[in-house]
């Protein structure tokens, strides 16, 4: 009797969030402590402002010019809303760690659960991986930037690093985050805090800071309504075409929200605030992310050099070039600039260690459930630092091994941009056609209910994913040659077609999905 009265006692006592895990069949492991505004926090830093923007800013100005790029962000924030909306629904009903890889085993039901929870952990991993290329890109880029300003601009004798010493950054970076993520553990909240707050105040003083120092503004009418396309830039001439290829830096940047939802299991409320925090996520990074590419785009000071390759930053970086020209320009000094560029690549320092942090933890449960060749080596944990750290090599070889065609290919980061999209974004596809499709009976629904409206919304925004992994697989310059093509749907042709065929053969047999770890009579999930 008095056990019984101690069960219902810590039943209502239970945080609601750990309430619905229980139902699921999981148990309450980790330490739900985290606020709404910490989930938030991460949430936002996870969708990194500068290293989505400005890595990509300068191709897709030059397919069809200001207006483009600009409405180009309003038009996929729109469509990223009906994505988050889904998945916010679906976070509510399922407050797990695991999230996307956890809710398509639930939603797909015991048939096809299996596949559906397969399907997303390998998308989910492939743009992971392919994440962490990007960032080193993205750092090494800013980086080379910074060298060539600091050693006296193109123009002055300074020093632009060649491709061999540009891959060596990029394996260094790469480096740096597994070696940290390793043997430097506790430095991981602290390098949380620096990053949020990164973000955030390093954003404002871009956004409010350049149109200030930039001597003359470009029109309003020039960067909302000038639309010219550049086909001696390009080799594109279609203009449909190249507004299509214009909004892919708007797509890149517009995911990472799904970051709130694996932090469920540690946030308070989560089967409320999981929800709030994707959808408040979206909303922040949509807004600013605006704000920063205005604030770029207004303080152009002269649209055709800066592609110029014998201009200060050699053509090679856009952002760097408007940096440049608004403070030499008002004080004589590239100084300013290179602050600047500083925090811009401090954001990608901090977002490729974020991202090696996720990702072999993410490496380490589909291993648990033996769905990833020789997974008893990549659950491994360290003996001292407890962390799974044969995974995290894995993870920054792979990465590394992506990033090898520097040496010969001037669009590598167009292709890793791309498997990572199609890889992340293609993970967030499979749960939601699972909840359109599934019975209604059938899904346990949490706070946040679409009711009615789930289907199109979840209509809306499974069609919306698939167009953004289509075009990602496009051609971005022309003419093609070796030296412009896309390799990402040959990669991720022969990646995704290995994972599929070892399913047919094998892992169809054996692979089960997530393990529960709680018997539960609920029949519903």
């Known amino acids: 009797m008095v056990h019984n009265q101690v069960d219902a006692s810590r039943i209502q006592e239970m945080d609601s969030g750990e309430k619905r895990l229980n139902e699921l069949g999981y148990k309450q492991e980790l330490r739900r402590e985290m606020t709404l505004f910490k989930t938030l926090a991460i949430s936002f830093s996870t969708m990194t402002l500068f290293t989505g923007i400005t890595p990509l800013y300068g191709s897709s100005l030059a397919y069809a010019g200001p207006a483009s790029l600009v409405w180009g962000w309003v038009v996929v924030s729109f469509f990223t809303w009906f994505v988050g909306i889904a998945m916010a629904e679906i976070c509510s009903s399922f407050p797990t760690t695991g999230s996307l890889y956890f809710w398509a085993a639930h939603l797909a039901g015991p048939k096809w659960g299996p596949l559906a929870s397969w399907c997303c952990a390998w998308l989910e991993s492939i743009g992971l991986i392919a994440g962490i290329g990007t960032q080193a890109y993205a750092g090494s880029q800013t980086l080379q930037s910074i060298i060539l300003l600091c050693t006296g601009t193109n123009k002055d004798g300074g020093y632009l690093a060649p491709k061999w010493l540009f891959l060596c950054m990029y394996i260094g970076l790469t480096l740096i985050w597994a070696f940290l993520n390793t043997f430097a553990l506790e430095v991981i909240a602290f390098i949380d805090i620096i990053s949020i707050w990164w973000q955030v105040i390093g954003g404002t003083v871009i956004v409010i800071m350049l149109p200030l120092v930039a001597r003359t503004t470009q029109s309003a009418s020039y960067v909302f309504t000038n639309f010219n396309v550049a086909p001696e830039r390009t080799g594109i001439s279609s203009k449909p075409y190249a507004v299509i290829l214009s909004f892919l830096v708007s797509q890149y940047s517009l995911y990472g929200y799904d970051a709130a939802a694996h932090l469920t299991e540690e946030t308070k409320g989560a089967d409320k605030n999981g929800p709030i925090a994707i959808l408040s996520s979206i909303g922040i990074i949509s807004v600013f992310g605006w704000a920063y590419i205005l604030a770029l785009t207004f ?142 009976k059938n899904f346990n629904t949490g706070p946040f209910y679409l009711g009615k409206a789930r289907r199109p919304i979840c209509f809306v925004a499974f069609m919306w994913i698939c167009y953004t992994c289509s075009v990602f697989l496009l051609p971005t310059y022309y003419p093609i040659s070796w030296d412009t093509f896309n390799y990402a749907p040959v990669a991720l042709s022969v990646g995704l077609g290995l994972i599929m065929l070892w399913w047919v053969l094998d892992a169809r047999k054996w692979f089960t999905g997530p393990v529960r770890n709680i018997d539960t009579d609920n029949g519903k999930v």
Not at 328 to 357: E, K, N, P, T, V
Not at 364 to 388: C, E, M, T
Not at 423 to 433: L, M, R, S, T
Request: charged share 10%; net charge neutral.
């Open 299 to 440: 303080s152009i000071q002269d649209f055709s050099y800066l592609y110029d390759p014998t201009n200060e930053t050699a053509g090679t970086f856009v952002p760097a070039q408007i940096l440049y020209d608004a403070f030499h320009g008002r004080y004589d000094s590239s100084a300013g600039a290179i602050i600047l560029l500083f925090i811009i690549w401090g954001s990608s320092l901090l977002a490729g260690f974020q991202l090696l942090l996720v990702l072999p933890e993410w490496i380490y449960a589909l291993s648990r459930d033996k769905g990833i060749p020789f997974s008893s080596i990549w659950q491994k944990l360290h003996p001292k630092h407890k962390v799974p750290s044969n995974a995290v090599w894995l993870c920054a070889a792979i990465s590394i091994l992506l990033g090898l065609p520097i040496l010969k290919v001037n669009v590598v980061f167009t292709a890793i941009t791309s498997i990572c999209t199609i890889g992340w974004v293609g993970g967030y596809a499979v749960p939601i056609f699972a909840r359109m499709v599934m019975a209604e």
